[in-house]
T-cell receptor, first 114, second 110 residues
Framework: NAGVTQTPKFQVLKTGQSMTLQCAQD?????MSWYRQDPGMGLRLIHY???????DQGEVPNGYNVSRSTTEDFPLRLLSAAPSQTSVYFC?????????????FGPGTRLTVT | SQQGEEDPQALSIQEGENATMNCSYK?????LQWYRQNSGRGLVHLIL?????REKHSGRLRVTLDTSKKSSSLLITASRAADTASYFC??????????FGSGTRLQVQP
């Protein structure tokens, strides 16, 4: 199994541009989520999904959209990039719909918005 | 606000020594998890302890949980240079989300 994969690894955007961060998992996990990590801080939840067709907001959802059309994929869309969205983005997945089990993380996407 | 907060923020020890890091949280939890993050990499799950457990072991790792004090500790015994990483606690409160602390940066000197 490849586990959780994320593309791209690095991205530079100009303010106002949009883009999609890709996340895929091949473990048939129902629960998937997106976090952002800023320097010296822990991870903050952006959006999550408990199954195909079901998404919900996390702690810091503004400026981001998600959809979950398949079990495997959970893309994160930045609608109009802002410098405040410069961060490292991690996708994670878990067996359990209530994430009471361990999370499997992708390698991250480092995004810079200028 | 962060549900979990690790202490200390940074820790430097010699190879072979034990490393202890602590996590405090604010509200009742279902379980508490510890993760490791090597520089520039994603997080890797280390151990999960449920609210009705007091201690758990996994290899050189020992985790304790004191729900009355709303705190947990992670002990790494006989540390190695390869243990150099940031360590995060994460709490699950049953609201379909994990909340992470800001982490402890551990440096193990060879």
């Amino acid at each position: 199994n490849a586990g959780v994969t994320q593309t791209p690894k690095f991205q530079v955007l100009k303010t106002g541009q949009s883009m999609t961060l890709q996340c895929a998992q091949d473990m048939n996990h129902e629960y998937m989520s997106w976090y952002r990590q800023d320097p010296g801080m822990g991870l903050r939840l952006i959006h999550y999904s408990v199954g195909a067709g079901i998404t919900d907001q996390g702690e810091v959802p503004n400026g981001y959209n998600v959809s979950r059309s398949t079990t495997e994929d959970f893309p994160l869309r930045l609608l109009s990039a802002a410098p405040s969205q410069t961060s490292v983005y991690f996708c994670a997945s878990s067996y359990d719909r209530d994430i009471s089990y361990e999370q499997y993380f992708g390698p991250g996407t480092r995004l810079t918005v200028t | 606000s962060q549900q979990g907060e690790e202490d200390p923020q940074a820790l430097s020890i010699q190879e072979g020594e034990n490393a202890t890091m602590n996590c405090s949280y604010k509200t009742s939890i279902n379980n508490l998890q510890w993760y490791r993050q090597n520089s520039g990499r994603g997080l890797v799950h280390l151990i999960l302890i449920r609210s009705n457990e007091r201690e758990k072991h996994s290899g050189r790792l020992r985790v304790t949980l004191d729900t009355s004090k709303k705190s947990s500790s992670l002990l790494i015994t006989a540390s190695r240079a390869a243990d150099t990483a940031s360590y995060f606690c994460a709490t699950y409160t049953g609201r379909r989300a994990l909340t992470f602390g800001s982490g402890t940066r551990l440096q193990v000197q060879p």
